[in-house]
C-alpha cells in the first residue's frame, strides 16, 4: 500500500519569501503523485499533479512540483510567496495499477508573515 | 458545471437523530468518494463509488450508509452517531474509477451533541 510523510507540520516564511514544503512518499512502483490546497473549514483544491513525463510539474497559482524518483520525493515550490497562500497544504499519492484510492500525508500548514 | 456541490454546509446532530448528506456533480464522472476529514488531520476514505456501485468501504461502521441513486448524486445517510464523528465530511468525484483526476466538494461540517 502506498503512504506519504510530510515532514514539517508548520512553515512560516516570509511575503516575497520563496518556498519548498516537503514530501516524500512510499510505494513499490512510480504512483501518481499530487498536492492540494485546504483553507480553513473548506474543501480541498487541486494545485497540481504528476502522473508520467517531465517531473517538473507546474500548478496553479504559481505552484510548481517537481518529482525525484531516486529520492522518492514530490515537493511543492513556489518563488515568492503571498498573504494568500497561507493555508494547510497536503501530498497525496495514489496506486497506479488498480487502485482506487488517494492517500494523503498528514499536512503542513503555511504561515505568512507580512 | 465543474463543481461538485455538497449539502448542507452544517449540520447539527443528536446521537439520535436520522440525518443525510447529499453531493452532487454533473460533470458526468463515474466514480464518487466519501472522505472523513478530523480537525487537524488529513482526510480519511470512507467509501468508493464506481459507476453507481459501491466498490470500497474502509471497514467504516454502519452508523454510516452510503448510497448512490444515478451517476450524479450521492447520499451519506447517518443515524446514531457518537461526539467523535464530528467531523468535515467531503465528497469527492473522479471521470472515471483509478483515474485520480478529483474534484471535492467543500465539504459538509457536522457536529454530533
Known amino acids: 500500500a502506498q503512504s506519504v510523510t510530510q515532514p514539517d507540520i508548520h512553515i512560516t516564511v516570509s511575503e516575497g519569501a520563496s518556498l519548498e514544503l516537503r514530501c516524500n512518499y512510499s510505494?513499490?512502483?512510480?504512483?501518481?503523485l499530487f498536492w492540494y490546497v485546504q483553507s480553513p473549514g473548506q474543501g480541498l483544491q487541486l494545485l497540481l499533479k504528476y502522473f508520467s513525463g517531465d517531473t517538473l510539474v507546474q500548478g496553479i497559482k504559481g505552484f510548481e512540483a517537481e518529482f525525484k524518483r531516486s529520492q522518492s520525493s514530490f515537493n511543492l515550490r513556489k518563488p515568492s510567496v503571498h498573504w494568500s497562500d497561507a493555508a494547510e497544504y497536503f501530498c497525496a499519492v495514489g496506486a497506479r495499477l488498480g487502485g482506487n484510492k488517494l492517500v494523503f500525508g498528514a499536512g503542513t500548514i503555511l504561515r505568512v508573515k507580512s | 458545471d465543474t463543481e461538485v456541490t455538497q449539502t448542507p454546509k452544517h449540520l447539527v446532530m443528536g446521537m439520535t437523530n436520522k440525518k443525510s448528506l447529499k453531493c452532487e456533480q454533473h460533470?458526468?464522472?463515474?466514480?464518487m468518494y466519501w472522505y472523513k476529514q478530523k480537525a487537524k488531520k488529513p482526510p480519511e476514505l470512507m467509501f468508493v463509488?464506481?459507476?453507481?456501485?459501491?466498490?470500497i468501504n474502509e471497514s467504516v461502521p454502519s452508523r454510516f450508509s452510503p448510497e448512490c441513486p444515478n451517476s450524479s448524486l450521492l447520499n451519506l445517510h447517518l443515524h446514531a452517531l457518537q461526539p467523535e464523528d464530528s467531523a468535515l465530511y467531503l465528497c469527492a468525484s473522479s471521470p472515471l474509477p483509478g483515474a485520480y483526476g478529483y474534484t471535492f466538494g467543500s465539504g459538509t461540517r457536522l457536529t454530533v451533541v
Open positions: 460533470m458526468g464522472h463515474r466514480a
Open positions: 463509488y464506481s459507476y453507481e456501485k459501491l466498490s
Open positions: 510505494y513499490g512502483a512510480t504512483p501518481y
